[in-house]
């Protein structure tokens, strides 16, 4: 297939198209939020309640209905600028109050607390959509899709990029073998994580994060390259270090490489204290793509494919990659698909992100699936 | 310092200023080639010899005095085309005939070869410039060091990219601290070597090469980040694969993680059989520079760098390697410097590039110049 074609319809929601005739109505799913941190005010909100008017700026497929909230005068702010009618405590939402106002949750914050968060959820026959990573440790990962399979409720973890346009299309090339086959993956994902919230917040932590750099910027190289390749790591090596003080409990940066099955490898860094930077870079035997940004939601990414001689490169029209990711979400129950990322591809990711640090601490080559096990 | 003034002189040799009144007259180091291969032929001959004109096309500080090679009517060709007066056989060179007729060697051919070549011509009292990689072995190039060492005379390994001016005026900002403190190396370099001689070169060989894509192009960013980082790599994580029959004795692909003593590490691939490509990315706290191509010599290497919001791009007029390089070793000749990459700088590749297969081989973290020391 010609390179150029993968560009040709690049922003198509092609999960709409694959719904077929189950697609269509004007149904929505309606949506609870489990916390309201910065990034569900400024960036979740606006994209499922606010008056943006384009259509990938806004969700089509869901709404707010009701936040959960520790603090009920932030709350009731929220829910006078959205328009939402329902405010609860984590009390009142553990007890199933209002709960026939919502059909699934969006559950934000510490990741040590995901799980408490989804169980309620599932209880009450919530669906979840559940922000990465998936929990603080593989085991809580597991036993969170165990809670939602015998409830019968949907499990997806929000790794927006799956969704977004640039790496579909990528990753419809990579299955086509338009590159080849899979040789290399370079990515990393950097920033100054104390810019923005200062040396207390959850993420440094070790308890109520599960780790550092690694869990929280460090997933989404590695869950990239499993949705490009479309495979498990077999094992890791890494390295992790935290020069300074802020980072004791957590690894400031980490550097690991995974092993593919079939002969690939990815190299990846990720840190809380660099020049902010986000991209991934995929080398096939026969061409290759880069992707940049590849996991900051924020700006129009770039797709630059070479084959041979070819080069093409396309940055795209703005997606909002919240409402991308809250429509497939929505799109996923009103079809009855499964999502992908569900929370098995999460508790793969939790699988290599423990041997990775058992890696970094031991400097041994570990085998993925085999920590604690 | 402001970023741009690291791009004002772009193409400076500062080699030369620093030299002060040591630098001038017209002086030129005689060379003869040892080896006439085709990168000899191709490259190193039209920029010694050729009818370039332009002050950075052709070498300024020597000329080709004197060929040795195993094939008379290829000498013969060659002499006749580029006007050089002797020509002689490996037994010749051996026994010092014409020894008289030039002051230094570039030794080239298989890396297993390199430390017979460059005895040779220390024991005639010649300045040594060998290719990369030094040789096959670690303790070959120590070898070699302690030959040239003995003998008095000056050994420059071949590592084009540390007299290209990008990665010069790249050093000079990391050394600056312009970047801040590295936190991260990416580097890669690829192709298809079957494209380019064919499944029986010497560089398939593992007793001739010393091993596969890790020796031959791997060693770039591997040296490239020694240069960067002005540091040696205290341990190498590493991975190797073969999947195609050609590749029975070498590695076709690695990846390779270095840990730096400062908490900076390099993460690193190569390829003998994947899209041609070359590049580097350094993340530091504070900023992060592309260079790309970063190891091939034949395009404009273009330099991008990021600090904070500010971002140069700087794509140089061209400048040929090669002439940099001579012209360089014959510089640090006759104004009686040291070159580097000088022979212990390739020591110490070497060092790393056992450590690197030995982790490949048993998964675990192997500290640089452990391994049979």
């Given at each position: 297939?010609?390179?150029d074609?993968?560009?040709a319809?690049?922003?198509?929601?092609d999960?709409e198209?694959?719904?077929g005739e189950k697609?269509?109505?004007?149904e929505t799913?309606?949506?609870?939020?489990?916390?309201?941190?910065?990034?569900?005010?400024?960036h979740?909100l606006p994209a499922?309640?606010g008056d943006a008017?384009?259509?990938?700026?806004?969700t089509?497929?869901?709404?707010?209905?009701?936040l959960v909230?520790?603090?009920?005068?932030?709350?009731?702010e929220?829910a006078?600028?959205?328009?939402?009618?329902h405010?609860?405590?984590?009390?009142?939402?553990?007890e199933?109050?209002d709960a026939?106002?919502?059909?699934?949750?969006?559950?934000?914050g510490?990741n040590?607390?995901?799980?408490?968060?989804?169980?309620?959820?599932?209880?009450?026959g919530?669906?979840?959509l559940?922000e990465k990573?998936?929990?603080a440790?593989?085991?809580r990962a597991r036993?969170?899709?165990?809670?939602?399979?015998?409830?019968g409720?949907?499990l997806?973890v929000g790794y927006r990029p799956?969704?977004?346009?640039?790496?579909?299309r990528?990753r419809?090339?990579?299955r086509?073998?338009a590159l080849?086959d899979?040789?290399?993956?370079h990515?990393?994902f950097t920033g100054?994580?104390?810019?923005n919230?200062?040396?207390d917040?959850w993420?440094l932590?070790?308890d109520?994060?599960?780790?550092?750099?690694?869990?929280?910027?460090?997933v989404?190289?590695?869950n990239a390259v499993?949705?490009l390749?479309d495979a498990?790591?077999?094992?890791?090596?890494?390295t992790?270090?935290?020069p300074?003080?802020?980072?004791?409990?957590?690894d400031e940066?980490?550097?690991?490489?995974?092993?593919?099955p079939g002969?690939?490898t990815?190299?990846?860094?990720?840190s809380y204290g660099?020049?902010?930077d986000?991209?991934?870079?995929?080398v096939g035997?026969e061409?290759?793509?880069?992707?940049?940004?590849?996991?900051?939601?924020?700006?129009?990414?770039?797709l630059?494919v070479?084959?041979?001689?070819?080069e093409?490169?396309?940055?795209?029209?703005f997606?909002?990659?919240?409402a991308?990711e809250?429509?497939?979400f929505a799109?996923?129950?009103l079809?009855d698909a499964?999502?992908d990322?569900d929370?098995?591809?999460?508790v793969?990711?939790?699988?290599t992100?423990?041997?990775?640090?058992?890696s970094?601490?031991?400097?041994q080559r570990?085998e993925v699936g085999?920590?604690g096990?």
């Open positions: 297939m010609d390179l074609s993968y560009f319809d690049f922003t198509a929601r999960w198209a694959d719904a697609n269509g109505g004007d799913v309606r949506i609870a939020l489990v916390g309201l941190g910065g990034f569900a005010r400024n979740v499922l309640a008017t384009g259509p990938t700026d806004r089509r497929y869901c709404e707010v209905r009701a909230s520790g603090s009920p005068e932030k709350a009731e929220v006078d600028e959205y328009d939402v009618a405010i609860l405590t984590y009390d009142e939402f553990e199933g109050e026939d106002a919502f059909d699934a949750v969006y559950v934000a510490p040590a607390l995901h799980l408490d968060y989804a169980r309620t959820a599932a209880n009450h919530k669906h979840v559940c990573p998936i929990e440790t593989a085991d036993e969170m899709v165990r809670a939602c399979d015998e409830a409720v949907t997806m799956q969704i977004d346009p640039a790496a579909r990528l419809e090339m990579i086509d073998g080849g899979p040789v290399a993956f990515g990393w100054h994580i104390l810019e919230g200062g040396p917040q993420r932590d070790a109520l994060a599960g780790g550092g750099a690694l869990m929280d910027v460090g989404y190289p590695l499993r949705f390749f498990d790591p077999a094992s890791a090596q890494a992790t270090s935290s300074d003080p802020e980072f004791e409990e957590v940066h980490v550097a690991f490489q995974l092993e593919f002969e690939a990815a190299s990846c860094t990720a660099a020049q902010a986000d991209r991934l870079r995929v035997t061409g290759q793509a880069e992707l940049a940004p590849a996991f900051n939601s924020e700006t129009n990414p770039t630059t070479t084959r041979g001689d070819e093409f490169a396309y940055t795209g029209a997606v909002n990659e919240v991308e809250f429509d497939y799109h996923c129950i079809t499964r999502p990322p929370g098995r591809d999460s793969a990711d939790m699988e992100v423990a041997a990775i640090y058992e970094a601490e031991t400097g570990v085999d920590v096990a």
